[in-house]
Nanobody, 123 residues
Framework: QVQLTESGGGLVQAGASLRLSCAASGRTFGNYAMGWFRQAPGKEREFVAA????????YGSDSGKGRFTISRDNAKNTVFLRMNSLKPEDTAVYYC????????????????WGQGTQVTVSS
């Protein structure tokens, strides 16, 4: 079992940066691919970024392209999402998720989810 706890969300102005963190329980964190999804009010959950156990990363086609960076620290069982140049349309609840080994862009492929952290970007 893997338990995920997100942190780092908040209210910021457009153009600001935030770094989200997701701490994972369990001793086999290094075997898991980690992902970030987000859900804005009235919209479906959207893939943001994911990173393999090996550090290979992939990003959503639209969300945060060129502005977001995912990384992981296996020694600290933590995955990060650095978000730069935030826009009001980035406002959403951001969810951390995990599955074994290789990332996926599909929400249904992930086995474990955090509770989410709210990111609000004002104009």
């Amino acid at each position: 079992q893997v338990q995920l706890t997100e942190s780092g969300g908040g209210l910021v102005q457009a153009g600001a940066s935030l770094r989200l963190s997701c701490a994972a329980s369990g001793r086999t964190f290094g075997n898991y691919a980690m992902g970030w999804f987000r859900q804005a009010p009235g919209k479906e959950r959207e893939f943001v970024a994911a990173i393999n156990w090996s550090g290979e990363a992939t990003y959503g086609s639209d969300s945060g392209k060129g502005r977001f960076t995912i990384s992981r620290d296996n020694a600290k069982n933590t995955v990060f999402l650095r978000m730069n140049s935030l826009k009001p349309e980035d406002t959403a609840v951001y969810y951390c998720t995990a599955r074994q080994y290789y990332y996926s862009r599909l929400e249904s492929d992930y086995n474990y989810w955090g509770q989410g952290t709210q990111v609000t970007v004002s104009s």
